[in-house]
C-alpha cells in the first residue's frame, strides 16, 4: 500500500539542504508581520473562531522560540492544544490522508520516534535558516502527527524556526498556500529558496525602523 511518508523519508535525504537556500539569518523584522497578518486576512476571513485559537498558538509558540527552547514534539503538541481549542493532543493513531486522499501517510511503530529526529534537525548549524524552516515544515506536514490541523501546526513550526533566529517575515502567505508534495524533491529545494528569498525581502524593504515596528507586533501576539 502506497505509503508518501516513507517517500517523503528518502526525498530528504536526497535534498542538498546545506546549498538549497544562502546563510541568512536574523534579526530580520519588517514593517508588517507576515504570519499575523495571514491568520488575521485568509484564516479570519473563513473562521474567526480558528483565527483566534491560531494567533494564541503564534503567541506560545513565538515565546518559547525567544527563550531559546529547542523544537520538539512536546512543544508542537501543546501549540495545537490551542489551535484546536482542546485540554492535550496525541500522536495520530492510525494512517492519515492528505490532499482529498491522494497522499497516504502510515503509521509505523518508529513514527513518532522518527518524527522527533526530524524535528531536532531544525536546529542544525551546518544547514542555512531558510532550508531548515522549510525541511521542518514539510516534515509536519508529511509526517501528519496529529489528527486534524496539521497545516497550521506547520506553520506555526515554520513561524518558531525562523523566529528562534529573530526573524519575522513581512510576508509568509507565498510560502504557506502552495500545495507541496511528498514525492518532489524540487519543490522542497524551492520551497527553502523561496523563504530565502522571503528573509532577504523583508530585510530589503524593512529600511531603517523597520525592525522596531515588527517587534511591537510581534509583542502583541496572543494578548486578546
Not at 511528498?182 to 530585510?203: E, H, S, W
Request: glycine content about 10%; aromatic content about 6%.
Amino acid at each position: 500500500m502506497r505509503d508518501d511518508l516513507l517517500t517523503w523519508c528518502r526525498v530528504r535525504e536526497e535534498v542538498r539542504w546545506a546549498a538549497a537556500a544562502r546563510p541568512v539569518g536574523g534579526p530580520v523584522a519588517g514593517r508588517r508581520d507576515g504570519v499575523v497578518d495571514f491568520v488575521r486576512g485568509p484564516v479570519a476571513a473563513r473562521d474567526p473562531a480558528r483565527a483566534a485559537r491560531l494567533l494564541r498558538a503564534v503567541g506560545r509558540a513565538r515565546a518559547a522560540a525567544t527563550a531559546g527552547e529547542e523544537l520538539s514534539y512536546e512543544l508542537l503538541a501543546g501549540w495545537q492544544a490551542d489551535v484546536l481549542g482542546v485540554p492535550e493532543v496525541g500522536f495520530r493513531r492510525g494512517p492519515a490522508y492528505a490532499k482529498g486522499g491522494r497522499e497516504r501517510y502510515d503509521l509505523a511503530p518508529d513514527t513518532p520516534a522518527r518524527f522527533r529526529r526530524c524535528l531536532a534537525q531544525a536546529a542544525e548549524p551546518d544547514v542555512p535558516l531558510a532550508a531548515r524552516a522549510a525541511r521542518a515544515y514539510l516534515d509536519v506536514a508529511f509526517f501528519h502527527p496529529f489528527s486534524d490541523g496539521n497545516g497550521r501546526a506547520a506553520m506555526l513550526t515554520l513561524d518558531f524556526v525562523l523566529r528562534r533566529d529573530r526573524v519575522v517575515l513581512d510576508l509568509a502567505a507565498p510560502a504557506l498556500v502552495v500545495v507541496r508534495r511528498a514525492d518532489d524533491p524540487g519543490g522542497a529545494a524551492d520551497l527553502a529558496r523561496l523563504v530565502d528569498v522571503l528573509i532577504t525581502a523583508t530585510r530589503r524593504r524593512a529600511g531603517d525602523g523597520g525592525g522596531r515596528a515588527s517587534a511591537r507586533a510581534v509583542s502583541g501576539v496572543g494578548a486578546g
